[in-house]
């Protein structure tokens, strides 16, 4: 028999259910997505109200504790976290192994994973005071470890992170900032990134989350899962779309394509030309973030006072897809990669380095999600089952 989504069947007890459209893996309080609407709420706070008045700390401290820290709390989540992001001297030797074209999240995926070996007596998925150290831990060292991925691929020394700092302003330190000059912070760049990363911060059971989940399903420890989640978020499909997205308007500027004959070959399935940033396996009708950052990709381009070239393709693109049958049929918008890399781009950061901004924003996400499923008294080691659709049993051959 056939089951309610279009390409569900059930066979015995088995229901086939490919990329799982239509099932859920889990119940969950984190984040509640409404994708015909257009509506995305974290805790059930709409992400528009957080996006313009909360910090992604305040953030991070609502998805993975439930609720937004009063100014003692959140002062003290800030202070456990910024104490604990230098990483321990040893790891520096790590990022020296890897070749210098390395891209920063295979780079950032292994110093996750390696997290776990310098605190390996605080691993224990069932000890409350590991899983705090972990979550602590995490936040305060994923953006040391990306800063250093990606100073390690342009050959540039690096820094120690400093306390009097904020997270944000840490981060973009450890990033642009020399050893032998005061790095100068932009207020206007810092809020933007608080932005960004507000709205990457949950989306509740994604690929990378699923597999944070499924990870940590098997009771493996909190770094060894968000590894995995960075994993799966570097692909193109997913998290990656924000590099691939920018590579694709670059090569229509470079080439000197115009916008409506790439997306014709876009609609000719056969050229396996996809558009990049645009459609979402649950918004069908827009992509509540790729609104808000947007209208932050016109400020910050403008005020960078950079060539909006890309900017300009970016909305031609948008413009002929939204009137187009293929898109509108399919109901195809921008999603939340459509416009942040260019934002990316106008801030300096590298097109490789997209990706690991994305991770930065979604560790308070996976974070979360680990923890309520360690939580759930009904979680189980997650296990699909499949239809197997291979040869029958036969004899192997008599020699
Ligand atoms: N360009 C052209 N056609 C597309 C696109 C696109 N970006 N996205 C979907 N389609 C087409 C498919 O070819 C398919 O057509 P068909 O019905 O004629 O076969 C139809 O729209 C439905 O698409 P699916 O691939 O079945 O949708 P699914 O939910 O499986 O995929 C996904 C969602 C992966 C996001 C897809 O839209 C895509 O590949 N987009 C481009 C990559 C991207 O931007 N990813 C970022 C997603 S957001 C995030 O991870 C933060």
Request: charged letters at 25%.
């Amino acid at each position: 028999g056939y089951g309610i989504g279009a390409l569900m069947k059930t066979t015995g007890n088995t229901t086939l259910d490919p990329g799982y459209t239509n099932t859920a893996s889990c119940e969950s309080s984190i984040t509640f997505i409404d994708g015909a609407k257009g509506i995305l709420r974290y805790r059930g706070y709409p992400i528009d109200q957080l996006a313009e008045k909360a910090t992604f700390l305040e953030v991070a401290h609502l998805l993975i504790y439930g609720q937004l820290p009063t100014d003692d709390e959140l002062s003290e989540f800030t202070d456990r976290i910024t104490t604990r992001s230098m990483l321990d001297e040893r790891m520096r030797d790590l990022f020296r192994c890897f070749p210098r074209r390395s891209h920063p999240m295979q780079v950032l995926a292994s110093g996750v994973n390696a997290l776990a070996t310098f605190n390996a007596d605080a691993l224990d998925p069932h000890d409350p005071e590991h899983v705090e150290s972990a979550t602590i831990r995490l936040l305060a060292q994923m953006p040391t470890l990306a800063a250093y991925a990606y100073k390690n691929s342009v050959g540039d020394p690096f820094l120690y992170p400093q306390r009097r700092l904020g997270y944000v302003e840490n981060f973009l330190r450890l990033s642009f900032g020399n050893p032998t000059e005061e790095y100068e912070l932009d207020p206007a760049v810092v809020r933007a990134f608080e932005t960004l990363f507000i709205l990457h911060a949950d989306h509740e059971q994604n690929c990378s989350t699923s597999t944070v989940r499924m990870v940590g399903s098997s009771q493996a420890n909190m770094y060894a899962s968000v590894a995995a989640g960075v994993n799966a978020l570097s692909g193109p499909l997913h998290g990656g779309a924000n590099q691939a997205v920018l590579e694709m308007l670059g090569h229509i500027r470079d080439e000197g394509l115009d916008a409506k004959s790439f997306l014709d070959k876009v609609k000719d399935k056969s050229s396996g030309v996809k558009l990049m940033g645009f459609g979402h396996r649950v918004y069908k009708n827009f992509d509540p973030r790729a609104v808000i950052i947007k209208k932050h990709a016109h400020e910050i381009l403008s005020a960078a006072g950079k060539s909006n070239k890309l900017l300009d393709i970016a909305l031609e693109l948008e413009e002929i897809a939204l009137e187009d049958d293929y898109f509108v049929e399919r109901k195809l918008y921008p999603n939340v990669d459509f416009y942040t890399g260019l934002i990316y781009e106008a801030m300096g950061f590298p097109t490789s380095y997209f990706t690991a901004l994305f991770a930065l924003g979604r560790l308070p996400g996976w974070i979360a999600q680990w923890r309520e499923q360690l939580a759930d008294p009904a979680g189980k080691i997650g296990r699909p089952r499949q239809v197997y659709i291979g040869e029958p049993e036969r004899d192997y051959p008599s020699k």
